[in-house]
């Protein structure tokens, strides 16, 4: 196959974790990739996909910012996307009350607003094609409430939410919206959101290999949502029925600081 015929899919917060899977699979697929992230690494991530025979474009672009979706607007030009992977995503641990707000509305910025926009832009062009495809990485966090990840859970909720809303609106119009459910996942999240020290940081996490696998087939499929993971699958219908109170105090047990060493308040 030309690379004039091979599609473009383009991936935010590629340069590690379950963004760098999800490139992955765009480029086993024979996909081109256009692969976003506000850190230098996001080259070694380019590099590694090409060595894998992708064909890969890097950009360094911080899309918790409306410059930094513009930057990548303007980097993909007149070139039609058919697949938006919007996986830029911030955690932020500890008690809200002790976050930074700085840090607080990082986490909003770039897991809300800059996602929307990045979708607002890249989803009027699909639309007007009457083609595409767009998977937003939610969370299964969406569905409790994050006591001591209380800014983060809620950003995911809002995720979750709008991905299925939005899902509906396009049905008639060639382009479908996936969200992309995940639980606990082994990558740079809990050490990059001060979390090492809970439950939750220190315990063994699901294969980011296996969460982009089951979300690249999910967005091929044309499916609304998937949730990966067996037990992620049980936890999520455990929240559709547990009180929120009891949820809270639940999350509390495994996020709180100091959870990972306090195996009694852990239980």
């Not at 480029?27 to 991530?45: G, R």
């Not at 409790?144 to 809303?165: E, H, R």
Request: proline share 3%.
């Amino acid at each position: 196959m030309s690379s004039t015929q091979r599609q473009l899919a383009v991936v935010t917060g590629a340069s590690t974790g379950i963004g760098l899977e999800l490139a992955r699979q765009c480029a086993k697929h024979e996909f081109d990739l256009i692969i976003v992230a506000n850190e230098p690494e996001i080259e070694s991530a380019a590099d590694e996909l090409r060595r894998e025979g992708g064909n890969v474009e890097a950009l360094n672009a911080d899309l918790a910012t409306k410059e930094g979706v513009n930057k990548l607007y303007a980097t993909i030009g007149s070139r039609p996307v058919d697949a938006l992977v919007a996986n830029a995503g911030r955690g932020l641990g500890k008690s809200f009350l002790d976050q930074d707000f700085n840090d607080v509305r990082s986490v909003i910025d770039t897991n809300v607003t800059g996602t929307v926009y990045l979708i607002h832009k890249i989803g009027r062009d699909m639309r007007a094609r009457h083609r595409g495809r767009i998977l937003i990485t939610g969370s299964i966090a969406g569905f409790m409430p994050g006591s001591y990840q209380a800014v983060y859970n809620g950003s995911k909720a809002f995720l979750d939410s709008f991905s299925y809303a939005v899902g509906e609106e396009l049905k008639e119009d060639g382009v479908t919206v996936t969200c992309l459910m995940p639980g606990a996942t082994e990558t740079e999240f809990f050490r990059r959101a001060g979390m090492l020290d809970t439950k939750v940081g220190a315990a063994k996490k699901d294969d980011p290999a296996d969460v982009a696998s089951d979300g690249f087939k999910a967005m091929m499929s044309g499916e609304g949502g998937v949730v990966s993971g067996w037990q992620n699958k049980l936890e999520a219908a455990a929240a559709h029925v547990m009180p929120a109170e009891r949820l809270a105090k639940k999350h509390s047990a495994v996020a709180a600081p100091g959870t990972a060493r306090n195996k009694k308040r852990a239980k």
